[in-house]
């Protein structure tokens, strides 16, 4: 029989479930969050958020990928999906989707395309 | 609202900025998290997706259990284009088959590089079906390694059975010049592609 475990920080799943309070996937406007999508915050951190929430916001003052945010607060990108949502709908940030080469049923974004030659030749 | 430290003068908050992203695939051991390492202005980090889902589409794990948990890892970096555009760069997991765990993996990307390393070809045909399927846009970048065999390009655009259009270029991706003239290929195809389609309507 194994000793009682220390009761240290909780850690994967039960820690997953601690913050999303059991909920396993975004619903709403995060369900169509990409990994490359920038978080960027709209408002200041406000007393007695979640601390996760809180880090968030304080991180997104510049925009930040999904990507970053996840590496940053060591959070797998469903869990992270999940808390983004709560803020997307608290109106305490704003998520930008990655600009797709073309939009259905428009050609591709030619300028879109020289910008991004043109950052790529100045390296 | 309290937005003290949220201003940014001369700026409003966050900008209009804007990101991009292009997938690095190909095969096991082909070079793409050293191709990411060494474009990237920052330090590659990874991101992680952990799934939980029924397996039993997976045949050799039948009476093993009914449910697996995964995690998969995509190591990525960004390069700042400019002020307000970013350019993502995802390497893909190595193993294929968890692929399409990633929802969207390659939607919203402007395309993708498909590293080969020319000593294991096959190990990237994989990667090559993947994005034809998905439609995915792509230049394959054949990886030099020290005791590579200099192959005409021809044998290997053969070997790897690709379109004629899709451009073949060699690299070293442990260069960052070399692996950024890898993704000046890539975009310079993706305009070409978009000259045919505008020309063809």
């Known amino acids: ?70 590496a940053h607060l060591g959070l797998p990108f469903n869990i992270l999906a999940v808390l983004l949502a709560d803020l997307l709908e608290a109106g305490r940030v704003d998520a930008r989707d990655p600009i797709p080469a073309h939009d259905a049923g428009r050609g591709p974004d030619l300028a879109l395309l020289e910008e991004v030659l043109s950052g790529l030749q100045r390296l | 609202m309290d937005f003290k430290g949220f201003d940014h003068p001369g700026r409003p908050a966050g900008g209009g900025t804007r990101s991009v992203k292009v997938m690095i695939a190909g095969g096991f051991g082909t070079g793409k998290t050293t191709m990411v390492r060494s474009v990237s202005d920052i330090k590659p980090l990874t991101t992680e997706e952990t799934l939980t889902q029924a397996s039993a589409d997976v045949d050799h794990l039948i009476g093993v259990a009914d449910k697996t948990e995964t995690t998969v890892s995509l190591d990525f970096g960004k390069i700042s284009l400019n002020e307000s555009l970013m350019l993502y760069l995802f390497g893909t997991p190595g193993q294929e088959r968890f692929w399409f765990l990633w929802n969207g993996l390659f939607k919203g990307a402007l395309g993708a590089v498909v590293l080969v390393d020319t000593r294991r070809l096959a190990s990237s045909f994989r990667a090559i079906e993947e994005m034809e399927r998905q439609n995915v846009p792509f230049v394959i970048a054949l990886n030099v390694f020290p005791d590579s065999k200099n192959h005409p390009v021809d044998e290997i655009r053969d070997a790897l059975d690709i379109s004629p259009h899709t451009p073949v270029v060699a690299c070293d991706a442990r260069d960052r010049d070399s692996s950024r003239d890898v993704l000046v290929a890539l975009i310079q195809h993706l305009k070409d592609r978009s000259a045919v389609a505008l020309e063809s309507r």
């Not at chain 1, 009761?7 to 169509?32: F, K, M, N, Q």
């Not at chain 1, 997104?60 to 970053?68: F, H």
């Open chain 1, 1 to 70: 029989m194994s000793a009682p475990r220390p009761p240290t920080d909780p850690s994967g799943l039960e820690r997953y479930y601690v913050l999303t309070g059991g909920r396993s996937g975004p619903g709403g406007s995060a369900s169509s969050l990409d990994v490359a999508t920038l978080i960027v915050s709209l408002t200041a951190p406000v007393p007695g958020m979640q601390h996760e929430h809180e880090e968030i916001v304080r991180r997104c003052r510049d925009p930040l990928s999904v990507a970053e945010l996840g």
